[in-house]
């Protein structure tokens, strides 16, 4: 949805607090988006991020009450949301207890000549690409993944991010800073994309993931729906940490997310916490 400014969703917020639905789908319409994609940043599989956010959209509903201006709605809506991700039962991803020694070793196994005569050859890399990604970030434990995700991935104030973390702006760009070092130290080594000498390149981890089930042409996870030659132009174009971090698309919330939380409004079956 178009971006509402922050004067306006402070009044959605107080009006939704005093049980007006229509303010209160609005304002949980203007987060949703947000509170997806730092789901999905912080727990990698899309299953798991959808069921995080539907919850984190529920509580940011019902302690909207509790909210008082404090700092921007999106902020603090992001702090609820956070919140419950910290706490969220551990991923798919995050129960194979991924370290960077052991993930940069699985990249560099099964490297093999990409398959030119893919027609969806580029879009398969991009869905390899994407998914590392999000790999590198389940390195980190989820604190420090929180940090980096808010300050370089979402590039938002250093103080703002504090807020949403409950820690000092000193404490948080130290933990964010802990967390850039130790991925740009694995990229470094690793990744084809931002150092040339780097073994590792998508294309030539596509194979590899095909065999292994992690990428389904048929059921792409992360990528965008592009042409080919699209998702291969894009890559060319990225040459640091942060363009590697901020390459993903703009994911929208998943339709059933949107569903149930519309479903729950209509319902009147929820209580605004004070």
Known sequence: MPAVDDSELRQCAARAAGGDSAALERALASVSDLVYRLA????????????????????????IGSYRGEAAFTTWAYRVAANHILSFRKSRVEQQNLTFGAYGEELEEGLAAPDTTRPDAGLLAEEVKLGCTLGMLQCLDRDHRLAYVLTDVFDLPSADAAFICGITPAALRKRASRARGKLREFVGVHCGLVTTSAKCRCDRRVTAALRTGRVRPSHLSFAPRLDPEDAVGEMEHLHDLASLMRSHPDYETPQAVTEAIQTVIESGRYTILE
């Not at 899309?46 to 984190?56: H, R, S, T, V």
Request: no cysteine.
């Open 40 to 63: 999905l940043r912080m727990l990698w599989n899309p299953e798991d991020a959808q069921d995080a956010a539907q919850e984190a959209l529920i509580k940011i509903m019902t302690r």
